[in-house]
């Protein structure tokens, strides 16, 4: 599992090696390129690519790709019986990386959907991840907001935030927003506690996020199950439009959408990173299944 004994600076360096590698994976897959070459390919010998990727996610680079296979993808779907289902009948807890972080949604009401966030106050923060850099928004009401930010893109990143709530008082405060960080990705060992949402969507975005939600950590679905289970089968693409649009990143699990051929699909914050999360979680949910 992912050593949270390191800052998350360093964690999150240690993903950028990562993610380059996946990238490089990507481009090369065909060819299935040897450790060697992968480590080369990142500026690092192949013992320090093995000890720093096994530090990172806990698992060899070689096992880590097995789970970032389209056949992987295809036998998760195959063999999801009715996950969604299921998850609606025993609630949102379950095991993996989020365990015992229950989340509870609150969305706005038509009326504060109009004001555009008039009178609300928004505390925000940039914070290292073990998946790089993030932006998290705070209101009273729960996180309204996350967003991974790519070096340089701080300005971009808030822009974006202020279009989203474009009337609402804007406060920089990373010592609430950290706090909300540590709880999200260092839940191991110890409870995570109750995390609240409050959302700004469309009835329709609103839906197709709680479905979200509800899909388990180590698990994946297809734009069309979720389809079914918000109750429009035929909304397949209308549903991976709103799924694009999720502006909580991790918490609201679209990484954990893929398309039916098993093939992963975009990701707004990036597909390395898409593949990054889902193997983490692949990963953990194994490792927690052995040791049961």
């Avoid at 599992?1 to 990238?23: G, K, W």
């Avoid at 096994?54 to 096992?63: E, M």
């Avoid at 095991?95 to 505390?123: C, M, N």
């Avoid at 700004?200 to 297809?222: D, H, Y």
Wanted: net charge positive; charged share 20%.
């Amino acid at each position: 599992m992912l050593n949270t004994s390191l800052p998350f600076e360093q964690l999150a360096e240690d993903y950028t090696r990562v993610e380059q590698a996946i990238r490089y994976l990507e481009a090369n897959y065909l060819s299935q390129p040897a450790l060697d070459e992968v480590a080369a390919s990142i500026g690092l010998s192949e013992f320090h690519f093995q000890r720093l990727f096994t530090r990172w996610v806990g698992i060899s680079p070689k096992r880590f790709l097995q789970y970032l296979t389209k056949e992987h993808a295809k036998r998760l779907l195959a063999g999801r019986g009715g996950l969604l289902e299921a998850a609606y009948e025993s609630g949102l807890s379950g095991p993996g990386r989020l365990h015992d972080l229950f989340v509870s949604t609150e969305a706005v009401t038509p009326g504060e959907y109009k004001q555009a966030g008039a009178g609300l106050e928004i505390r925000y923060g940039f914070h290292a991840t073990p998946f790089g850099q993030c932006l998290i928004a705070l209101t009273a009401r729960g996180v309204c907001g996350l967003s991974f930010v790519e070096p340089g893109g701080e300005e971009a990143a808030l822009a974006g935030l202020r279009a989203r709530w474009r009337k609402a008082v804007l406060v920089h405060d990373p010592a609430s927003t950290g706090a909300v960080v540590e709880r999200l990705f260092r839940p191991a060992g110890r409870p995570a506690g109750p995390m609240a949402l409050y959302l700004s969507g469309t009835n329709f975005q609103i839906k197709v996020w709680e479905a979200l939600l509800r899909i388990p950590a180590g698990s994946v679905v297809t734009y069309a199950d979720i389809a079914v289970a918000i109750g429009m089968p035929d909304a397949a693409r209308a549903v991976g439009s709103a799924v694009g649009s999720n502006p909580i990143a991790v918490i609201i699990p679209c990484h954990r959408v893929i398309r039916k051929d098993g093939s992963f699909g975009d990701y707004h914050w990036g597909s390395a990173r898409k593949k990054a999360l889902l193997g983490w979680e692949f990963a953990g949910a194994d490792l927690a299944r052995q040791a049961v």
